[in-house]
């Protein structure tokens, strides 16, 4: 229950690696290539039929395939230009709150949770997680691996000399923090204080500041423009960043806030991925619009939005399948799902969120680079912040791209997702007490 989880500062980085089991390839590692399914034509939709509502025909061909086999036979969309949703294409099902129909396999209870059931997605404020300072206080009693810890031991009981300065800027570097950020840091705490004693918690003091300073700029909520109905967010980003998971985290947000949500499943590669996305529509209790494995993901999204415009839906939330950003065709099929929701609304999408995995250190530089390339992103969630968190990169991306950051995730559970604020994360980073 909420009131039993640690502090969200404890779970930003206090806790061990193996309690955390981060899916995400590392910088390096070898890739997972994502298959790609059939080109079925969904670019030129500008003639694609109206509204696609709750048929949902049987394809016995298609659910005859085992989920891994499928995808594993069809070749990415480069080069091949869709021509509209193919009538004989299985129409979306739309499942809503009371009756989706879910793999038996897979029910709410695989996905953990801090909310008890169903029924009170929307729960009272009293029936919150602990306040944000509470948290936040508690888990700085238990940070232990933050960065402070490599940075202030230089500093015991030692005079502030260049090879100290130099120890100090390699380990903010480490620290992902970034070649500029670091420089910058340390001539702060060098300023005036050049082979003086100088206390732990004055260089904390001051990595935190410089830190928040660095971060203030793109700390910014994110604003659902009401004016846009439905206010379109796509989800971009590697495989397990944990798109689908913030998906549902945002969307308990959404409904606690009065909006009617609806959920598109475009990770049309798996199966799993598909019922992933349906239990947590009908944890948060918003309709999920999906079709069957290996249907056209840009097609979907298009239908998602019609769908949505007509029954009134605030926030339309579409989930893509992870892609390694350095596979072209797999990006180029992101920019064709982006093209496609565009012939609907020019405007959109209103939001293209990049999920960022907090485990994956530098390797975030070229995702951020090549996602804003393929599918122009508006803003950063960062995952997996209770975990052996790099956190550092935040700050190097925020120098980098000045991209917003609007959340961070910290835990699995649908609560455990937080508005990304500077100066808490720099304290946290710093390893400083939070002041209420
Ligand atoms: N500890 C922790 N785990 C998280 C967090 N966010 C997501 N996860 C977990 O990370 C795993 C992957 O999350 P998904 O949401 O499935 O990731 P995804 O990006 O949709 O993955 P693909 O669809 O395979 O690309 C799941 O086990 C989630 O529970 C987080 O903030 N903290
Ligand atoms: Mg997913």
């Known amino acids: ?77 480069e080069g091949l230009e869709p021509e509209g949703t193919s009538p004989q294409e299985p129409l979306p099902q739309i499942l809503t709150e009371a009756g989706p129909q879910l793999r038996p396999d897979i029910t709410a209870a695989d996905i953990p949770v801090s909310e008890p059931a169903p029924a009170e997605v929307v729960p009272p404020a009293s029936a919150q997680p602990r306040g944000w300072w509470q948290r936040l206080t508690e888990g700085m009693r238990r940070t232990s691996t933050s960065l402070s810890d490599s940075v202030t031991g230089l500093f015991t009981k030692r005079k502030l000399d260049a090879t100290t300065l130099e120890e100090l800027e390699d380990a903010l570097i480490q620290a992902d923090l ?42 910014k909520a994110l604003e659902v423009d009401r004016s846009k109905k439905p206010f379109v ?54 309709p999920v619009l999906a079709r069957e494995q290996g249907a056209d993901a840009a097609g979907l999204a298009f239908d998602a939005l019609q769908e949505a415009k007509a029954n009134g839906t605030d926030v339309l939330l579409i989930d893509t399948a992870g892609r390694l950003q350095n596979k072209a065709g797999l990006m180029a099929e992101l920019e064709k799902i982006v093209r496609v929701i565009r012939k609907f609304d020019e405007s959109a999408p209103h939001a293209t969120l990049l999920v960022l995995d907090a485990t994956v250190g530098q390797n975030a530089v070229s995702q951020v680079e090549l996602f804003q390339k393929a599918a122009g992103v508006t803003g950063l969630v960062m995952t997996k912040l209770d975990g052996t968190a790099r956190g550092g990169i935040l700050v190097a991306l925020a120098a980098k791209f000045g991209l917003p950051v609007h959340f961070i995730g910290v835990g699995e559970g649908v609560e455990d997702l937080e508005p990304f604020t500077a100066g808490d994360f720099a304290k946290a980073i710093a390893g400083l007490e939070a002041t209420a």
């Open 1 to 77: 229950m909420a009131e039993n989880k640690p502090g969200f500062l404890s779970r930003l980085f206090g806790r061990k690696e193996a309690e955390v089991a981060p899916q995400t390839p590392q910088a390096g590692g070898e890739p997972e290539a994502m298959p790609s399914p059939p080109a079925t034509g969904a670019d030129d939709l500008t003639a694609a039929p109206p509204t696609v509502t709750t048929a949902s025909p049987d394809t016995p061909e298609e659910n005859k395939t085992a989920p891994e086999l499928a995808g594993a036979d069809l070749q990415p969309v």
């Open 178 to 219: 970034g070649v500029p950020t670091a420089m910058r840091i340390t001539e702060a705490i060098s300023a005036g204080r050049y082979n003086k004693e100088i206390s732990p918690q004055e260089v904390k003091t001051i990595l935190a500041s410089e830190v928040e300073k660095a971060l203030s700029p793109v700390a």
């Open 233 to 286: 967010i796509l989800m971009v980003g590697v495989n397990g960043a944990g798109k689908t998971t913030t998906i549902g985290k945002l969307s308990q947000k959404f409904r606690q806030q009065g909006l009617k949500v609806m959920l598109a499943a475009g990770d049309t590669f798996r199966a799993a991925a598909i019922e992933q996305l349906k239990v947590w529509g009908e944890r948060v209790g918003a």
